[in-house]
Structure formats: C-alpha cells, structure tokens
C-alpha cells in the first residue's frame, strides 16, 4: 500500500521569500505524484503532477516540484511567496492512472507580510 | 470552477439520521470518487465509481453506500449518523483512457454536521 508523509503540519514564510512544502513517499511501484491547494471553504486544486518523463515538473501559480526516486521525494517549491499563496496544500499518490489517490495530512503555508 | 457539482453545500442533521449527498461529474467522466475530509482523519478515499460500477473501496463505513447512475452522476447516502461523521465529502471526477493520468477534478464539497 502506498502512503504520503508532509513534514510540517505548518509553514510560515514571509512574502517573497522561498517557499519549500515537504512530501515524501511510499508505494512499491513507480508512482503518479500530485500537488493540491485547498483554499478556505473551497474544493481542491490540482497545481502539478508527475506521472512520467522530466522529474521537474512546472505546475499553476510558479510552483514547482522535483521527483527524486532515491529519496522518495516530491518536495513543493515557489522562489518568491505570495500573499494569496497561503491556503492548505496536499500532497498526495496513486499507483496507476484511474486509481484513488492516497493524501499526506496536509500543510498549511501562512505568508507574513 | 472544476465543472464537478456537489449539493447540498451544508447540511445539519441529527444523530440516527440518513442523509444523501449528490454529485455531478464534469461532461464525459465516466469515473467518480468520493473523499472525506475530516480534522482527525484528514482526506480519506472511500469509494469510486466507473461507469455505474463498483470499482474500488477505501475506507468507507458498513453505515455508508453510494451508487453512479446512468446518467453518472453519484449519490453517497449516510445513515445512522454519528457525531463523529462530521466532516466535508468531497466529490471528484476523471476520465478514463489511454492517456489518462488519473488527474482527479474536485467539487466545491458538502460539509455535513450532525448534532
């Protein structure tokens, strides 16, 4: 069975610098990886996926995320924050394409002004 | 708007009651998932539903069902509520194909509360 570990139930980051969210993963075949935002009272957003080819992947908003095989990694990054970035973010895997997808507990990013 | 529809948007109720959540997937998904997402358990798949079949069960209680109809969408009824069934179910919708990378779209949510 496949699991998702995010380190740091909460971030904070001051607007305009690094952004780093911390996924890291367990499944015993090549996964589909996924970064989600959640937005107060609202639905989940897909921001990027990995599923095959170029292990960097560019997603919605400048975020972006590197799978590292060898460390079970797919860690969340933006250069610069911004305010309207904080929200709750999921990370989270699945083992072949229509099959369910399987959550980290999320990350809540706050951005000082 | 990810074009998936979910109703009611809340919903309060009593323990011991039954209730039904409804979801409309976006135009030509044949597959439909239901999520709960609740403070102490976090986002949880429970059920998923292809082209009006059972296709995969998660962690869903013996006290919830669901089915998909042919026009596809997808009811997620609830019965003998606990108090501890208060969360938000999230709906979410994909294609199916070849191409097909299992990218899920999700419904704004229904938050149930029972009292």
């Known amino acids: 069975a496949q699991s998702v570990t995010q380190l740091g139930s909460h971030v904070s980051v001051s607007e305009g610098a690094l952004v780093l969210l911390r996924c890291n993963y367990s499944s015993s075949v090549p996964p589909y990886l996924f970064w989600y935002v959640q937005y107060p009272n609202q639905g989940l957003q897909l921001l990027l996926k990995y599923t095959t080819g170029a292990t960097l992947v560019k997603g919605i908003n400048g975020f972006e995320a590197e799978f590292k095989k060898s460390e079970t990694s797919f860690h969340l990054t933006k250069p610069s924050a911004h305010m309207s970035d904080a929200a709750e973010y999921f990370c989270a895997v699945s083992v072949r394409a229509g099959n369910m997808l399987t959550f980290g507990g999320g990350t809540r990013l706050m951005v000082k002004p | 708007d990810s074009g998936v529809t979910q109703t009611p948007k809340h919903l309060i109720t009593a323990t011991g009651q039954r209730v039904t959540l409804r979801c409309s997937p976006r135009s030509g998904d044949l597959s439909v998932y239901w999520y709960q997402q609740s403070l102490d358990q976090g986002l949880q798949f429970l059920i998923q539903?292809?082209?009006?079949?059972?296709?995969a069960k998660g962690n869903i209680l013996e006290r919830f069902s669901a089915q998909q109809f042919p026009d596809l969408h997808s009811e997620l009824n609830l019965s003998s509520l606990e108090l501890g069934d208060s969360a938000l179910y999230f709906c979410a919708s994909s294609e199916w194909g070849a191409t097909s990378y299992n990218e899920q779209f999700f419904g704004p949510g229904t938050r149930l509360t029972v009292l």
């Open positions: 539903y292809y082209n009006g079949e059972e296709r």
